[in-house]
């Protein structure tokens, strides 16, 4: 039995992944706007214990073909993702929610308030999917003629990615103290106001809205070229990868594990997940027969045109060539989907695929891994790549929903249970927990001084004089060469805290002689002027090194 288990994303894009999946019998081909299959499709995908429920987006209406065909896919008119799951995220408990949110086209200030309002909405389960956004069509709905080239927008990206991190560190985690006695909401020692200025952004801060509840929301990203790579590199905790071979898959593992150092980073901060579009059928008869009826309804004319976006060629027509024969070879490059091209050129050229041929392979899975068999074969196919350094899990993308989804929950989920390869519960509340990454520290927070407590030895007896204040010790200690001492002075209008205070600290550096290393008054209550009350009371923090 494995100790290390396998993460699985769902992608669950209106009536399935598969181009033409809407005009199957038993799809809805108005699901993609309904909120109540939403919620079934949600609820169905927490039922099969996956990490998170994914969608990508676009900002054209053209997203998995053109809009003058008419009947490209039900993807051109769709939900705002993050909208979609603050609603989805109240009808779950455990279930992750992974929105994509453009880097080129959206404002790192109104991206970071959105995201961590998604994150308090779903008590931690939120995810932002970074894209750089790529199309003329997108760029001329912002106020450009093109789009930006691959490098100016990945500049963008790595300055966008940490804008938002710092505006998501505005506040410290406890800097809310809401301490209706004194009227006082919040310490402000404990706001942060990032006042970035780069070559893209200028933003001041702080963000309006509190630290999220993970931290940051889990950062993913999907690039594959050298720039991608990078970004991911530097930024991801999560990369959906698109492959059709385990050697492929463990190349780009291999390279993208090995660019973590240079960052800073270890291999287990980052989640490697293929995606893979599965067929599931009690026999392998079945589950191909199931592929077949699914390519069976792409109409010539909408296969072209998803095939000529997804190889990042604006108004490519394919039309002018035979659908039976090859792709032709003289195509333009593109400034786009520069990988994503290069994969289906690189498919369409080894298995010596017609035009038809190629748009019905990437109508299933865009470019994604397609395998089509029993829930053991599935699991075999799985396993074999989770096993062999290709992948930490998969971000699954059933063809045709609900049905691929139920297959895949009630049939590969529980053989992979019983393989020993995926959990049986969640192991969390937060989409961090379930993935098994670690939430990341608030980078303007001041490290706390060691917080170590003396051996044996009390300081109580020689901090104070005889005949002054009462004082109590808070302790704590991981065995460090170091104590640390919080002490709480309580006393009475007979001796000021200034005069406690003082007679303290010198009774500290008297009984360890040059190894006092700091003290701070961390709390004050009661009165301010202390001489004309008749009790306060004030902490104090003392370091002090225990060897010379």
Known sequence: MSTRKLRLGAFLPGAGQHFAAWRHPNARADGILDIEYYK???RTAERGLFDAFFLADGLAANFGGHVGTGSSSDKA??????????????????LGFIATASTTYEDPFLLARKYASLDYLSHGRAGWNVVTTVGDATARNFGLDKQLSPEERYARAHEFVATVKALWDSWEDDAFVRDKASGQYFDPRKVHAPHHEGKYFKVAGPL???RPPQGHPVIVQAGQSGLG???????AEVVFTAWQTLADAQAFYRDLKGRLAKYG????????????????GHTEAEARAKQRALHDLIPPEAGLALLGGLLGVEDLDLSRYKLDGPLPGDLPPTQGMTSRQDLILDIARKNNFTIRQLY????????????????AQIADQLQEWFENGAADGFNVLPPLLPDGLNDFVDL?????????LFRTAYEGSTLRENLGLARPRNQFKKPEPPQFVPREAELAGELLPAGGPTLSSARESDGGDHIYQRIVLVGSSTVSQQDAIEKAVARASS????????????DSRGHIDADKVAHWQVALKIGITLQN
Do not use: C
């Not at 008119?77 to 455990?94: C, R």
């Not at 019905?360 to 029993?374: K, L, P």
């Not at 009984?511 to 961390?522: D, K, N, S």
């Open 40 to 42: 079934s499709l949600a």
């Open 77 to 94: 008119a769709v939900f705002e993702p993050v909208t979609l799951f603050s609603a989805l995220s109240q009808v779950t408990k455990n």
């Open 208 to 210: 309006n809205i509190a």
């Open 229 to 235: 790579r990078e970004l991911a590199a530097e930024t």
């Open 265 to 280: 980073r270890s291999p287990d901060s980052l989640r490697i997940m293929p995606g893979v579009s599965p067929y599931v």
């Open 360 to 375: 019905e392979w990437v109508a299933s899975g865009r470019g994604h891994w397609t395998i089509a068999g029993t829930p």
């Open 412 to 420: 590969v989920i529980p053989e992979l249970q019983r393989r020993g």
């Open 511 to 522: 009984a360890y002689p040059g190894r006092l290393r700091w003290f701070e008054v961390i």
